[in-house]
Nanobody
Framework: QVQLAESGGGLVQPGGSLRLSCAASGSISSINTMGWYRQAPGKQRELVAAITSGSSTNYADSVKGRFTISRDNAKNTVYLQMSSLKPEDTAVYYC???????????????WGQGTQVTVSS
């Protein structure tokens, strides 16, 4: 009933920047927390950044000061501005959203398919 469409991944040099976007569509009444997770090969998935419907944010210590999460509630879209990228940022980045469907009242979690970010010279 809900799809999360991610875009913006790719190959970038160390120190470069990328902006990821994730647009939610479907039978959506409202979206509570949205976030970005990442998973590198052989590692567990970790939270990168999250943002509430009221725009409160939190970040992993490893990205704080370099990444910025934002959202456009009218467009059901969340963004991740990634700056000063490092090779250790290389991972598949997944969008996540807690969604209340039309008709409510329960919250369901949805995942995007993931977008590859590779930071390399």
């Amino acid at each position: 009933q809900v799809q999360l469409a991610e875009s913006g991944g790719g190959l970038v040099q160390p120190g470069g920047s990328l902006r990821l976007s994730c647009a939610a569509s479907g039978s959506i009444s409202s979206i509570n927390t949205m976030g970005w997770y990442r998973q590198a090969p052989g590692k567990q998935r970790e939270l990168v950044a999250a943002i509430t419907s009221g725009s409160s944010t939190n970040y992993a210590d490893s990205v704080k000061g370099r990444f910025t999460i934002s959202r456009d509630n009218a467009k059901n879209t969340v963004y991740l501005q990634m700056s000063s990228l490092k090779p250790e940022d290389t991972a598949v980045y997944y969008c996540y959203a807690d969604v209340v469907l039309v008709g409510g009242p329960y919250q369901y979690g949805y995942w995007g398919q993931g977008t590859q970010v590779t930071v390399s010279s």
